[in-house]
């Protein structure tokens, strides 16, 4: 089983930067990427950032040039640094591991969520 533990979320007025943290804890063999979602009230959940163990990244269009995701491997942790924030990046923000076990099969994992809000 594996625990995604998040934190820094918060409000912050436009403009403002906040920095995401997301933990993995538990026993598997690898976590082959790390990534961000988000979901605002009446929305699905969509990506925001992905990296994978090697270290390619992926962004939503809207966020290019203003997030940047980044990835310790040696502490399972990745993060997302939001600079430039706009109220339409408000929403619940959600870690997402793909993680494979000691048995070699490939699973999902979310983290409990971490709002962030964007508003004066």
């Known amino acids: 089983q594996v625990q995604l533990v998040e934190s820094g979320g918060g409000l912050v007025q436009p403009g403002g930067s906040l920095r995401l943290s997301c933990a993995a804890s538990g026993t598997f063999f690898s976590i082959y990427a790390m990534g961000w979602y988000c979901q605002a009230p009446g929305k699905r959940r969509e990506l925001v950032a992905s990296i994978t163990s090697g270290g390619n990244t992926n962004y939503a269009d809207s966020v290019k040039g203003r997030f940047t995701i980044s990835r310790d491997n040696a502490k399972n942790t990745v993060y997302l640094q939001m600079n430039s924030l706009k109220p339409e990046d408000t929403a619940v923000y959600y870690c997402?591991?793909?993680?494979?076990?000691?048995?070699?099969?490939?699973?999902?994992?979310w983290g409990q969520g971490t709002q962030v809000t964007v508003s004066s």
């Open positions: 997402h591991a793909g993680v494979t076990s000691i048995l070699k099969y490939d699973n999902d994992y």
